[in-house]
């Protein structure tokens, strides 16, 4: 079975702060981490994809198959960043089924 | 293209009452997905569908929801009868490769139900 625990449901910080959102996986064979993001009265969309090794808007995460977890980082938070932020995994054998996290609701203050 | 659409985008209804939830994913996607979204559970997949075929509804949390894409642009999720522990948002999407396998979902705006 495939699991995805996002232990933060909430997450505040101050604007320029670092920021790191914690997911962490549970699959026995390799899998692809994404990160979603719903931005407020937007749809939820892709933000990153592990295989990519990319950086969008700032965001980084690595996928660490030791410790099974693909943490969100950013250096420096800007109150732009502020929106639900979801962790999801797609096994090698479930045909692309997009199994995600319970959600980590992100604040920058000013 | 307007993404994908569903509708309603609210809906309150009364305990007991059947429930239509209706999506058309983007044109040329060939596979849909249902997700329920609530504040404790967060995403949880219901079904999702290849190619107008039902893959995987291991997610249904009942007999009273079940879903249906008669074809390639169109798919409904019914409750019937409908409770209050079914009040969430639902979520439709869509993706242009086998199942969704690169991992890009693309996501309606959601319907939220609300049952009295």
């Known amino acids: 079975a495939q699991r995805v625990t996002q232990p933060e449901k909430l997450l505040s910080v101050f604007k320029g702060a670092p920021v790191e959102l914690k997911c962490n996986y549970s699959y026995s064979g390799s899998p692809e981490l994404f990160w979603y993001v719903q931005y407020s009265r937007q749809r939820l969309q892709l933000l990153l994809r592990h295989i990519s090794r990319e950086s969008i808007k700032g965001f980084t995460a690595d996928l660490n198959k030791g410790e099974t977890s693909f943490h969100l980082k950013k250096p420096f938070a800007q109150e732009e960043d502020s929106a639900m932020y979801y962790c999801?995994?797609?096994?090698?054998?479930?045909?692309?089924?997009?199994?995600f996290g319970q959600g980590t609701i992100l604040t920058v203050h000013p | 293209d307007a993404g994908v659409i569903q509708s309603p985008r609210h809906e309150v209804t009364e305990m007991g009452q059947e429930v239509t939830l209706r999506c058309k994913p983007i044109s040329g996607h060939n596979s849909l997905f249902w997700y329920r979204q609530t504040m404790m559970r967060g995403l949880e997949l219901l079904i999702y569908?290849?190619?107008?075929?039902?893959?995987?509804d291991s997610g249904m949390p009942e007999d009273r929801f079940s879903a249906k894409m008669p074809n390639a642009s169109f798919s409904t999720l019914k409750i019937q009868p409908s409770e209050p522990r079914d009040s969430a948002v639902y979520f439709c999407?869509?993706?242009?490769?086998?199942?969704?396998?690169?991992?890009?979902?693309?996501f309606g705006e959601g319907s939220r139900l609300t049952v009295l």
């Open positions: 569908f290849n190619n107008n075929v039902p893959i995987d």
């Open positions: 999801a995994l797609i096994g090698g054998t479930s045909y692309g089924k997009l199994t």
């Open positions: 999407a869509s993706s242009r490769r086998l199942a969704g396998e690169d991992g890009e979902l693309f």
